[in-house]
């Protein structure tokens, strides 16, 4: 268990209407939204590119250009913040995150580790949108892997369900990948829930003493597992891509007060907060520039 917390805040998601929700889109917004996290306690933060024109900020983008300027505006906000990019498309057609990649060059980046029936159900018994399959291959996940290797980005492995833990063993014993850093997630309607009784699975099917983080998605139920994750010496991971909601049950009002939230889980742990710095130590990162 180590005594230092690596947090991350992951920005803003995609397909939240920032008309409903406080999501940030442009540059300008992240690099604010992203300062707020910093100064809260988060070293990581994990960014979706949305498309900046008028009345598509819920839209995911894909242009290099949008990229690098959202990545650019976040680390000259806050200095030494690591980057950590989304990769998840949909479908074989991957030149988007490459291009992202190669242009933008994180220090992170996530690589979902298998397929899921990605779905969630309304209270009136329709579906909240059409059925579909996250569809990760083995042969998608190499090429993600491939890139991140060639823009020295360290893979974060994305789990869904128990089944996916399992699977980034066999990419380490198959030779895909040199080290293992998992992320569980959990809170999606198809994949594993909210529940803090899991961890301890969790852990024992990992690779023994590789890093790990959690990612909870939900409202009340995501406080209990973040501290069971604190207590079990997870990294911790929050932001409006995962949550709208504090502990108290009031909806935030953006990602400041949710990272002073989760840093408040890790100090009634007894845990202190690493800074950038030691964040990249752990994480056995080169120093910032």
Known sequence: MSDRCIVTCALTGVLTRPEHHPVPVTAEEMARSAREAFDAGASIMHIHFRD????????????????HAISSAIRDACPGVLINMTTGVVGNDIRGPLSCLKRTRPEIAACNAGSL??????RDGDWAWPPMVFDNPVSKIQSMLDAMNETDTRPEFECFDVGIVRSVGLFVETGMVEQANYNFVMGVSSGMPCDPRLLDLLLDYRIEDTL?????IGRSDVWPLHRAAAERGGALRVGVEDTFYLPSGEKTSGNGPLVEALVACAEDAGRGIASPDETRQLLGIKPAA
């Open 52 to 67: 900046p024109a008028p009345a598509r900020g819920h839209l995911p983008s894909w242009d290099p250009d949008v990229a």
């Open 117 to 122: 029936n990605y779905l969630k159900a309304r």
């Open 212 to 216: 790990w983080q959690v990612t909870a």
